[in-house]
C-alpha cells in the first residue's frame, strides 16, 4: 500500500472495453486470450450474442479465450440475438450484423427498449446497411445490404453509434471516416489498432480502412466509472485512498479532472500504456468549491453525473453543469431519476432541460428509502449518498448494480466500513 493512504482499492475489469474485446476478438483470425475480464450482466449479453453467432469463448478464473473466425466467419443466428439491458451490446453488435451477409434481428428489454436508435439506424444507413427499428427503439432488424465506405459526421456524442459505424467499417467496399464534435471514448479505436487494422486518429476524426485483424492478448484495466463512487466517497468523507490498476483513457477522466479544478487533491500516476494508459490514482483530503461545466466536457464523464451532483452539493459556492441532455438517454432518464436522488437526500438543485445548477454546502438530510429505478449508476450514487445522510436511508432493488459491477456492495462496504 501506498505509505500515504488509509486504504487500497482495487475497481473491477473494465466493461466498456470488456464489450469491445470480445466483439474484436471474435472478428480476429486466431484465438484472443482477454486477461481480467468484466463479467456482468451487460458483457455476459455480448458473450451470449456472439455464442449464438457461433463463437467460442472459454472462460477461466482470470481470463477469456474467444476463438475467432475472422470477418467474414460468423454463423447465421438461429433466432433473434438478445442484447438484455446493454445498449453498448446493441449498437456495437448492430454495427456488426450490418457487415454480415445473412439478416439478423437484435431484441432487448427491461430499459433497452426505451433507449434510441435512430442516432445509430442513420449512420448505418448511410454506409449503405439495411438497418431498421421499431420507432427509433429497440428491437432492430438487419438485412443483408453490401456496405460502402462513408464520410461520417456524427451529431451526437456517442462512443457506442462512433464504434458501430467503425465495426461496420471493417465490412465496407472503401475507406470510413467518423468525424465526432466532442472526442468521446476511443477504446474501440485503440483495441481496433492493437488487433492490427488499419486504423488512424487525429483530433477529432478517425480514419478506418477495411480488412483483417489478427488475434492477439487483451489485459483489461479497472474501470474508472465502477471507481468513481469510492472516488467521490473518499473526498466527501474527507478519507485518503489509494486506487490501483485502473483506466486512465484520457476520455473517461471528465470527472477526474473536474473535481481538480473543484480544488479536489487527486493524485493521478500512468504506470504503463497499450493499448490503454493504466495505473493509479490517490485521494487526498480536501474542501470543494463550486465550478462551471462545459457541455464539451460532459462525455468524458457521462456516466459520473449523478455522482458529480452529489459532490456538488458538499462544495462551497455554485456549479453549473451545461450540456446533461444525453443523460435521458441512459438506463434509465437521469436527469429525472438524478433530480429525485438529490430530493430524497434533502438536496436542492435546479435542473433545466439542458442544465444543472446546485449551490452549496448542503448538508444531506436523508432519512426514508431512495428508489434507484432500475439504474446501476443511480444506485451506486443512492450508496454514497446515503453515507453522508444524517438519517439512514434504504436503497431499493440495489440488486440492479449487477449490470456493471455485481460486487459493488460487498467492496464499498469494505472500503468504506
Ligand atoms: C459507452 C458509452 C456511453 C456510456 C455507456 C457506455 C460505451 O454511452 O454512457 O455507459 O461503452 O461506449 P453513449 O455512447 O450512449 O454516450
Request: charged share 25%.
Amino acid at each position: 500500500m501506498s505509505k500515504h493512504a488509509d486504504k487500497t482499492y482495487t475497481p473491477p475489469p473494465d466493461k466498456a472495453i470488456t464489450h469491445r474485446a470480445l466483439i474484436i476478438a471474435a472478428l480476429a483470425d486466431g484465438t484472443t486470450r482477454v486477461f481480467n475480464p468484466s463479467i456482468c450482466e451487460d458483457t455476459l449479453a455480448t458473450a451470449a450474442c456472439l455464442k449464438k453467432l457461433g463463437i467460442r469463448i472459454k472462460f477461466s478464473k482470470t481470463s477469456l479465450q474467444v476463438k475467432g473466425l475472422g470477418l467474414k466467419g460468423l454463423k447465421k443466428p438461429a433466432g433473434p440475438l438478445n442484447a438484455g439491458q446493454s445498449g453498448t451490446t446493441m449498437r456495437l453488435m448492430a454495427g456488426v450484423l450490418a457487415g454480415q451477409d445473412f439478416d439478423s434481428v437484435i431484441k432487448g428489454h427491461g430499459s433497452l427498449l426505451k433507449r434510441p436508435m435512430t442516432r445509430l439506424t442513420k449512420p448505418l444507413s448511410a454506409m449503405g446497411a439495411r438497418v431498421s427499428s421499431s420507432g427509433g427503439r429497440p428491437p432492430l432488424k438487419i438485412s443483408c445490404a453490401p456496405l460502402t465506405g462513408a464520410c461520417l459526421k456524427l451529431s451526437v456524442p456517442s462512443a457506442q453509434v462512433k464504434s458501430a459505424a467503425l465495426l461496420a467499417g471493417l465490412y465496407a467496399g472503401g475507406r470510413t471516416s467518423v468525424t465526432e464534435r466532442v472526442k468521446t471514448r476511443d477504446h474501440t479505436e485503440r483495441l481496433l489498432k492493437h488487433l492490427r487494422a488499419k486504423i488512424k486518429t487525429s483530433g477529432l476524426k478517425t480514419v478506418l480502412e477495411p480488412g483483417a485483424l489478427k488475434a492477439g492478448r487483451i489485459k483489461i484495466p479497472g474501470d474508472i466509472s465502477s471507481a468513481a463512487p469510492f472516488i467521490a466517497a473518499a473526498l466527501l468523507l474527507g478519507r485518503t485512498l489509494l486506487i490501483r490498476e485502473v483506466g486512465l483513457n484520457p476520455a473517461r477522466l471528465g470527472l477526474v479532472k473536474t473535481l481538480q479544478r473543484m480544488g479536489a487533491r487527486l493524485k493521478v500516476k500512468v504506470k504503463r500504456s497499450g493499448p490503454e494508459p493504466v495505473g493509479e490514482i490517490i485521494i487526498f483530503p480536501a474542501k470543494l468549491k463550486g465550478v462551471k461545466i462545459a457541455p464539451d466536457e460532459i462525455p468524458a464523464m457521462i456516466d459520473e453525473l449523478a455522482l458529480l451532483a452529489l459532490l456538488a452539493a458538499s462544495a462551497k459556492g455554485k456549479t453549473v453543469i451545461r450540456g446533461i441532455t444525453e443523460l435521458r438517454h441512459k438506463e434509465s432518464d437521469r436527469i429525472k431519476t438524478t433530480s429525485a436522488l438529490l430530493r430524497r437526500l434533502g438536496v436542492k438543485a435546479a435542473f433545466k432541460t439542458d442544465s444543472l445548477t446546485i449551490t452549496g454546502p448542503q448538508k444531506l438530510l436523508g432519512g426514508g428509502s431512495i428508489e434507484t429505478f432500475n439504474d446501476h449508476r443511480v444506485a451506486m450514487a443512492a450508496a454514497v449518498g446515503s453515507l453522508l445522510a444524517e438519517k439512514p436511508v434504504k436503497i431499493k432493488n440495489a440488486g440492479c448494480v449487477k449490470k456493471s459491477y455485481p460486487g459493488f456492495f460487498h467492496d464499498f462496504k469494505k472500503v468504506f466500513q
